[in-house]
RNA sequence: GGGCGGGUGGCGAAAUUGGCAGACGCAACGGCCUUAGAAGCCGUCAGGGGUAACCCUUUGAGAGUUCAAGUCUCUCCCCGCCCACCA
């Protein structure tokens, strides 16, 4: 098999030839399969092992598919804007278009030769005008929809990088691209209101088929809590604190309140008081990261005010920290120090009072530490609730607050409004243009796409502005509304705009008039398999999925197609040989070029598909790939070693190519392609070897056509000695049950659930209690097993084992 | 601290979902072939005992449920990933 290179060069041509091979029909009648794989960012040191395990995993599942008869998408992409082009194009002084047509050039042949059966007629490229139009589309519709607001805020601002930075792009408080401190600073962004549908993105989770792991995630990145707002009254003030609270069944035990440094009230009162002001410029100083990291010692300062507790009208004081966040909740709590860890640490700190409000059931010492065992328990020192149990207390003091009107039941998230602006070049612009006298304005439709500007210079500017504020041409403009003198914004969109939508166009690449013509989306859709990585369970998934909801919301997807994606699941990682992740730096990194230049696409495919479960994280070794490699020879040498004989295969081979089918279709449809590549080598071992028959060639077509998606090269070529068609293009081995019953079968006999002998019987016996039984009892070594004692049980698990219990 | 995984030979891993633990592969060892090497082929390969047929022990530790536990339940230990002052 040293002409692999050969027969990969031969087949490449044929397919290239041969587009039908991989293309996905619009108007079929077929039941359709939507098969995907994350697109990649087209990255200039080309294909790595990880796009290579995982697209291999997808091609796989995919050619298996189609064999079976579906009518498979299958597509590939280009996420293409991004910030390592961008740089790379400031260091070499080229354009960026330019460069990603070389990364997306290479990256494609790279996945012709590792012979990935994409349908090449729909791909799609998030830099493309024609398909940014559409990215650019949604965004006027979030706009139209008052999901898109233009906010001044204090964002994430990396240094490095001149750019702000969504809060999840902030790895311990460093730019996750750069690792620079992250510091704060106020800007004027655009938001895209994605809390608007916290709710609908739960709940959508029920209509998919997600793994529990990725549905948690979600879950837990929207941080759902469910509780009440309250209204406190402030001291000689006719103003009111709010607090979100999910414990108000405490309030009889909140001693004080703590307000958010960047609270109205923290400001004002910074303005008299010069100890406050000292404080707050101290926070402000202070980095995401050292506020998180000063995880146990409390800080703080008294604000001079006081709030009135509604349920019994005591004075408490309200405290300014830095403990609290202004973005989650109202920036504003009660504390109840005696049920509440953080809230104990201050109190213990300030020397603030600590009111039991729940009985601990197991002795506990409130000068020590917080009862935070709050679901246990009964309510004391609460008047109209004492003796109830929390759950009760919660509901009881809802209603009381909303019949007081002083509060009501609420929700907050953890999940926050999406800031949406990046001030760079590389990415789609937003298209809207601020008209001083008609404010906000989105471009008219007829106008898009508002495609990037040649500019000289990518660099963004020092004052934070994106490079396409220097080009005068681009920023003047017209107001579509009044006509008058107005100018675009020049932000980009962030990186996750273009990647939100994209599976709905491979259903409709070329569609001038919508993103997808609806038919063609409600055949296609959902997503049948998502196939991504762990890294994007939270955010992309999470985007894409509103994205997604807000167009069916619209009327633009499928009324019918409430999810965008049914099934997810997310490859295993490949490290290095050294069991650490691939780096370059470490030196560790495993080309897949390399690999397959040396062993061939076939071996390295099936390689990394046998190194072990799809989903689990791997070391590569370089010597196990000879196994794979030594499989393929022999069946090579299986294959020319029988290909005269015509001969019909005797009953014992028919049951091993039987049970092979069932094995490894059953595998391929579960992801198990470790297992079904043993069950492949195993079944070789058995025909070769230990019984070394022959086998017709009706039979070797169907070993060659299991193994066709998983070595899609050398099968093509074994194939095309029998046929003259594609191996790709045939049908999937279908059972014969009749070769699955087995004449004989084996039965183990346990004493005492131990395994002391075995019995073979003819398999139309094996319903037969009775005779099962009666043959172990009889059985030579059984017999001297049991000895003197007393049978007390039998049990007969048909066609599998006797359990003999005796009674020693 | 929270969530989700995981712990099985020298190594990567299997185990029909409670029914023969270690399939398949790597490495190692022995042999054949070869002038020699490479490749290939045949064999051994969880640990211990026995000339042997066989026996005992063994799935992170311990307990439990069961005729039967890698698999279920509880307690504990360790490892990985994600999140975390979220009120």
Known sequence: MQDFKLIENKWQKYWEEHPEISRAENNSKKE???????????????????????????????????MQGLNVLFPMGWDAFGLPTENYAIKMKRKPQEITKENTD????????????FDWSREVNTTDPEYYKWTQWIFIQLFKKGLAYKKEMPINWCPSCKIGLANEEVVDGKC???????????????????????????????????????????????????????????????????????????????????????????LEMAEKNEEIKKYLNETRKKSDLERTELKKEKTGVFSGLYAI???????????????????????????????????????????????????????????????????????????????????????????????????????????????????HYWGEPIPMINCPKCGWVPVPDNQLPIALPEVEAYEPTDDGKSPLSKIESFVKTKCPVCGGEAERETDVMPNWAGSDWYFLRYIDPNNNKEIASQELMNYWGPVDIYIGGDEHNVLHLLYSRFIYKFLWDLGVVSKEILEPYYKRISHGVILGPDGQRMSKSRGNVIVPEDVSEKYGVDVLR???????????????????????????????????????????????????????????????????????????????????????????IKDIKTLIKLLAPLAPYITEEFYSFFEKTSVHMAEWPIVDKKYLIEDEVTIMIAINGKVRSELKINSTKQNDKDYVLNLARQDKNIIKWIGTNDIVKEIYISGRMVNLVIKL
């Open 606 to 696: 099936m390689y990394l598909m046998f190194m072990g479960p799809f989903d689990s994280t791997m070391a590569w070794n370089e010597k196990t790939i000879a196994g794979v490699k030594r499989f393929l020879e022999r069946f090579n040498k299986f294959v020319l070693s029988q290909k005269d004989n015509v001969i019909d295969s005797s009953d014992e081979v028919k049951v091993i190519i039987n049970k092979l089918i069932k094995g490894v279709t059953e595998d391929l449809e579960t992801f198990k392609y470790n297992t079904a590549i043993a069950k492949m080598m195993e079944a070789l071992n058995n025909l070769t070897s230990l019984l070394n028959y022959k086998v017709a």
């Open 32 to 66: 359709k399969k939507y098969v995907l794989v994350e697109f990649p960012y087209p990255s200039g040191s080309g294909l790595h092992i990880g796009h290579t395990f995982s697209f291999t995993g997808g091609d796989v599942y995919a050619r298996f598919k189609r």
């Open 106 to 117: 290479m990256f494609k042949k790279q996945m012709k030769k590792l012979a990935f059966s």
């Open 176 to 266: 996750e691209r750069c690792g620079s401190e992250v510091s704060r600073r106020n800007i004027s962004q655009w938001v895209v209101k994605i809390t608007e549908y916290a709710d609908k993105l739960i709940d959508g989770l029920k209509e998919t088929d997600f793994i529990e792991k990725v549905k948690q995630s979600q879950i837990n990145w929207i941080g759902k809590s469910e509780g009440a707002k309250i209204k406190f009254k402030i001291k000689n003030s006719d103003k009111y604190l709010e607090v979100f609270t999910t414990r108000p069944d405490t309030l009889f035990g909140a001693t004080f309140m703590v307000i958010a440094p960047e609270h109205e009230i923290s």
């Open 309 to 423: 507790n509604p349920v019994n009208n005591k004075e408490i004081p309200i405290w300014i920290s830095d403990f609290v966040l202004s973005s989650y909740g109202t920036g504003a709590i009660m504390s109840v120090p005696a049920h509440d860890e953080r809230d104990f640490a201050f109190a213990k700190k300030f020397g603030l009072k600590i009111i039991p409000v729940i009985k601990p059931k197991e002795d506990h010492n409130f000068e020590k530490e917080a009862y935070i065992n709050v679901d246990n328990g009964e309510i004391i020192n609460s008047p109209p609730i004492d003796g109830m149990v929390p759950a009760e207390a919660f509901e009881k003091m809802i209603k009381w607050l909303e019949e007081k009107k002083i509060g009501e039941r609420s929700s907050s998230y953890h999940l926050r409004d999406w800031i949406f602006s990046r001030q």
